[in-house]
């Protein structure tokens, strides 16, 4: 044992929500900074959002549902009580305040949504009428596109709550992100996981998110440094490409808008992009797929992918409703 003195300074404060899944991705990050030789401990904040998830909970008048799972994790960054914070980084809102960055992307886990159901295998084997437990827009958009005859059931919830509805029977089965069940060790709840171009993943899915201030203080930049290694550049340009779109067509996780983007691999040296609008009632999909060579810019590639969704109409989807 060394009988050098740590202060209290020396320890990485990682804020993260109380949910499993949060935890187990701040987890993730502190065992990482741990192995390259830092300090680092988890302080748990409650936010809106998580309070909404409680039976019972009566919505203030000036919600406004953008960021619920953020703001007082923001609020602790500002006042110093943690150092960095560790989001999904589809929760995000696509534009951060100034005084907030993305220090770290990490590389993305499984990008894709998935079925999980043990008495039907996939969807097309769902009897007619089947009930899906999701209340995501896009989801359900993009679920009635493939089968207009299913039924949507409100299943609100950290995962296992959701599993556990499955398993009751409060619907026949679930579409929930394959991140999250992986993550938490429920791989073998995973029947299928959709391709892209046929359930488009969520702007962002699967890619986690190292929130810091902007600052350059000493310690603010101690810590930018300290969690630089962790960033993964193709998901980084990746998750950025797919922001600029969800951005173009007005932003907001409510949107039934999904885009991925694929960098590229060895026998295709190009980053590839898929984005889906899909009317609220299903009846309509846009669906545009876009390849570069040579990429240099996000922008450049989510730009091109949301000019050619609007001139083909995905705005007026986006409008229509359900
Ligand atoms: N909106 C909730 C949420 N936020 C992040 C994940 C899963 C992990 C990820 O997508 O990175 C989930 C659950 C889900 O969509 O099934």
């Known amino acids: 044992m060394s009988n050098v003195q740590h202060s209290s300074e020396d320890i990485i404060r990682?804020?993260?929500?109380?949910?499993?899944?949060?935890?187990?991705?701040?987890?993730?990050?502190?065992?990482?900074?741990?192995?390259?030789?830092?300090?680092?401990?988890?302080?748990?904040?409650?936010?809106?959002?998580?309070?909404?998830?409680?039976?019972?909970?009566?919505?203030?008048?000036n919600l406004d549902g953008k960021g619920i799972f953020i703001k007082e994790i923001?609020?602790?960054?500002?006042?110093?009580?943690?150092?960095?914070?560790?989001?999904?980084?589809?929760?995000l809102p696509t534009e951060l305040a100034p005084q907030f960055t993305l220090a770290a992307i990490p590389r993305r886990a499984d990008?894709?949504?998935?079925?999980?159901?043990?008495?039907?295998?996939?969807?097309?084997?769902?009897p007619e009428g089947g009930r899906i437990g999701t209340t995501s827009p896009r989801r359900r958009a993009q679920l009635l596109a493939l089968r207009p005859?299913?039924?949507?059931?409100?299943?609100?919830?950290?995962?296992?709550?959701?599993?556990?509805?499955?398993?009751?029977?409060?619907?026949?089965?679930?579409?929930?992100?394959?991140?999250?069940?992986?993550?938490?060790?429920?791989?073998?709840?995973?029947?299928?996981r959709f391709r892209p171009?046929?359930?488009?993943?969520?702007?962002g899915q699967g890619a986690l998110a190292i929130e810091t201030l902007s600052?350059?203080?000493?310690?603010?930049?101690?810590?930018?440094?300290?969690?630089a290694f962790l960033d993964h550049a193709p998901t980084r340009f990746a998750v950025e490409a797919e922001r600029v779109v969800l951005d173009a067509l007005g932003g907001g996780c409510s949107l039934p808008i999904g885009v991925h983007c694929i960098p590229p691999c060895e026998d295709n040296g190009k980053w590839r992009m898929i984005a889906q609008v899909v009317a609220p009632d299903g009846e309509a999909v846009v669906t545009v797929e876009a390849e570069?060579?040579?990429?240099?810019?996000?922008c450049a590639l989510g730009d091109q992918v949301a000019d050619e969704l609007k001139s083909r109409g995905a705005l007026d989807l986006l409008a229509s409703t359900a």
């Open 14 to 61: 990682i804020g993260s929500r109380g949910s499993q899944l949060a935890l187990w991705q701040a987890n993730h990050v502190m065992e990482a900074l741990r192995a390259a030789g830092y300090r680092a401990e988890i302080e748990i904040i409650r936010t809106t959002g998580d309070r909404m998830q409680q039976p019972g909970f009566v919505p203030p008048a």
């Open 149 to 192: 005859d299913v039924q949507f059931v409100e299943v609100r919830g950290n995962i296992d709550t959701r599993l556990r509805k499955l398993e009751e029977g409060q619907c026949d089965a679930l579409v929930l992100a394959a991140a999250g069940l992986d993550r938490l060790g429920r791989t073998e709840n995973v029947h299928y």
């Open 111 to 126: 990008a894709r949504d998935v079925w999980v159901c043990e008495q039907y295998w996939g969807l097309h084997t769902l």
């Open 292 to 298: 570069a060579a040579h990429a240099t810019d996000p």
């Open 74 to 91: 923001e609020e602790a960054l500002e006042q110093g009580r943690i150092d960095l914070a560790v989001h999904s980084l589809k929760d």
């Open 197 to 203: 171009d046929e359930l488009c993943p969520a702007p």
């Open 215 to 227: 600052a350059s203080s000493a310690r603010n930049l101690f810590i930018r440094d300290s969690v």
